[in-house]
């Protein structure tokens, strides 16, 4: 179930494990869905087409919109308190942080995300989703020296993010 919190902080973990570096980068990509509230859905049989679609300028949740990735196996999604308790399990409660964290999501630079994963990095660098998907990964690893420090790592992907925009 990759909407599990528990399967991204194993995965986080293992990496982290198998590849020991003196700098470490966890890279998160996809939908960001900071707004979206903490909510028990009810079965899909009692759901009906009326009940899930957004009213007014209420954008619709994750859940509800047919173009976010959510896991195949229930439809479910990873919110924003979810994002918090992996990467928190990931950096053992916080005491053994990522030298940066990048959420290449949309809209992942609000104060909510933030708050929620403020211990488990040193230097966070948030998308506003300008290009989405620009994925210049290249780009940003060749800007990377083993000598940088967090705050040059960040700039090196916010120059590469914004030089890919058009």
């Excluded at 528990?6 to 707004?35: D, E, K, N």
């Excluded at 998308?127 to 990964?137: E, F, K, Q, V």
Aim: hydrophobic residues 40%.
């Amino acid at each position: 179930d990759t909407a599990d919190p528990a399967v991204l902080a194993w995965f986080l973990q293992y990496a982290r494990s198998r590849f020991p570096a003196t700098r470490t980068v966890a890279a998160l990509l996809g939908h960001g869905i900071p707004p979206a509230p903490e909510v028990g859905w009810g079965s899909e049989d009692s759901l009906t087409a009326a009940a899930v679609q957004p009213t007014g300028d209420i954008p619709p949740l994750p859940q509800e919109h047919d173009f976010t990735p959510s896991d195949v196996t229930d439809r479910g999604y990873m919110s924003t308190v979810d994002v918090g308790q992996a990467l928190m399990a990931a950096t053992d409660n916080g005491a053994n942080p990522f030298d940066l964290v990048y959420f290449d999501q949309c809209f992942q630079g609000n104060l909510d995300t933030l708050y929620e994963v403020h211990q488990t990095a040193k230097v966070f660098v948030a998308s506003p989703n300008y290009a989405w998907l620009a994925a210049a990964y290249d780009k940003y690893l060749a800007g990377f020296t083993p000598t940088s420090t967090p705050e040059e790592m960040a700039t090196v992907i916010i120059n590469r993010y914004e030089g890919a925009l058009d």
